[in-house]
Every structure is written in C-alpha cells, then in structure tokens.
Nanobody, 114 residues
Framework: QVQLVESRGGLVQPGGSLRLSCAVS???????MRWYRQAPGKQRELVAS???????NYADSVQGRFTISRDNAKNTVALQMNSLKPEDTAVYYC?????????WGQGTQVTVSA
C-alpha cells in the first residue's frame, strides 16, 4: 500500500510560479511517479512523469514550463510550475504506480487567475 499526500495548491496570477510536493509513504516497488490534473468538465490528463530510472516525460502543454523531480532520500516528488496560464487551472493529483496497481493523492486545487 502506498499513501500519497500532496501539498496545498493555491491561487496564482498568470505568469507566476507554484511548487507542488507529494509525500510518498514508500518508494519501494514504485515504478513511476506521475502528476495528473483535471479541469472542470474535462478528463483527467497526465502532466508529467518520472520513472524509478529517472526517465522524465511531459505533456506538450507544459513542456518547458513545468519540472518534475524526485528526492528518494525524502520520499517526495515535486512539480515546479512556472509561467502559469489560466488554462493550467485544475485539481492536481499525485500518482504512484506499482506493478499492477495505481495509488492516488487526494488532489490539490491550483487556480491561475488575475
């Protein structure tokens, strides 16, 4: 069982930055960590992922603006979000994948608005 706890999101002005963090109860057996988001009326979408081997991928919409990182010593995964846009407004979810299983955080609201 993997438990995930995300840091609080918040309200940010367009062009601003915000860092989300996800505390993971264990990284043992976790193949990949991901951040997803879900905007009102839209499907949940993958934002960024990092594998246990350090392979990183981003959605085209956030490439060059968001950075995913992991700290294995602290069992945390972070998402640094820069140059935020109103269309980045969504509930952001941390996800951990073990073989055959997916675990989710509770979600945290990020609102980008003037």
């Amino acid at each position: 069982q993997v438990q995930l706890v995300e840091s609080r999101g918040g309200l940010v002005q367009p062009g601003g930055s915000l860092r989300l963090s996800c505390a993971v109860s264990t990284i043992f057996g976790v193949n990949a960590m991901r951040w997803y988001r879900q905007a009102p009326g839209k499907q949940r979408e993958l934002v960024a992922s990092i594998t246990s081997g350090g392979i990183i991928n981003y959605a085209d919409s956030v490439q060059g603006r968001f950075t995913i990182s992991r700290d294995n010593a602290k069992n945390t995964v972070a998402l640094q979000m820069n140059s935020l846009k109103p269309e980045d407004t969504a509930v952001y979810y941390c996800n951990a994948e073990q073989t055959g299983r997916n675990y989710w955080g509770q979600g945290t609201q990020v609102t980008v608005s003037a």
